[in-house]
């Protein structure tokens, strides 16, 4: 089976600028999650979506951070205005309902802001 | 509340070796606990998990590990170390149950030596 897919791997924008990313989970899996990792740490969350709603966003920065899964299926991550401290690797992973416990990974969005 | 602490940040071992990477947990529930590996440039791949079965879990690529209670320990194991597994490795705790949030330590980097 495919795994989880994202888009695009790296990016580089200027503070203040706009930025998104997407994420396309593997097939079936009805829970999607969106971490943030800065180097030299661990992932943290930042959302997670049961189908198409919200079911933690509580570190979310909601000032500058949002992210919709319209259709419960792929997701979008977006970030305006970027600040220097949003450089970091921004990954989505996904988990099925009968295997709740186990998420699966993409290999990540890079953004650096300059 | 869940934590996860993985002492030090970086090990060094020979071709051959025992590979050794410390996990301590705190979680108010019996816990599930992970153990990721994560690649230069690419997302995390699930190495093993700890579901509340047996104690001691094997995984992918040789590596084991030992959920004990008492030490509230996790640690990560493997008999002879190989130059592919220099990577960074990452251990998590969640909570059973649906929507469980996953909680990464900050992980510890493995250098393999020829």
């Known amino acids: 089976e495919a795994g989880v897919a994202q888009s695009p791997r790296y990016k580089i924008i200027e503070k203040r600028q706009s930025v998104a990313f997407w994420c396309n989970p593997i097939s079936g899996h009805a829970t999607l999650y969106w971490y943030q990792q800065i180097l030299g740490q661990g992932p943290k969350l930042l959302i997670q979506?049961?189908?198409?709603?919200?079911?933690?966003d509580s570190q979310l920065p909601k000032d500058r951070f949002s992210a919709e899964r319209l259709k419960g299926v792929d997701s979008t991550l977006k970030i305006q205005p970027a600040k220097l401290e949003d450089s970091a690797v921004y990954l989505c992973?996904?988990?099925?309902?009968?295997?709740?416990?186990?998420?699966?990974f993409g290999p990540g969005t890079r953004l650096l802001v300059l | 509340a869940q934590s996860v602490t993985q002492l030090g940040s970086h090990v060094s071992v020979s071709e051959g070796a025992l590979v050794l990477l410390r996990c301590n947990y705190s979680s108010s529930v019996p816990p599930y606990l992970f153990w990721y590996v994560q690649y230069p440039n690419q997302g995390l791949q699930l190495l093993l998990k700890y579901t509340s079965a047996a104690t001691l879990v094997k995984g992918i690529n040789g590596f084991e590990a030992e959920f004990k209670k008492s030490e509230t320990s996790f640690h990560l194991t493997k008999p002879s170390a190989h130059m592919s597994d220099a990577a960074e490795y990452f251990c998590?705790?969640?909570?059973?149950?649906?929507?469980?949030?996953?909680?990464f330590g900050k992980g510890i980097t493995l250098s393999v030596r020829p």
């Open positions: 979506f049961q189908n198409n709603g919200v079911v933690d």
């Open positions: 992973a996904s988990s099925s309902s009968v295997i709740q416990e186990t998420q699966y």
């Open positions: 998590a705790v969640s909570s059973p149950g649906a929507n469980s949030k996953l909680t």
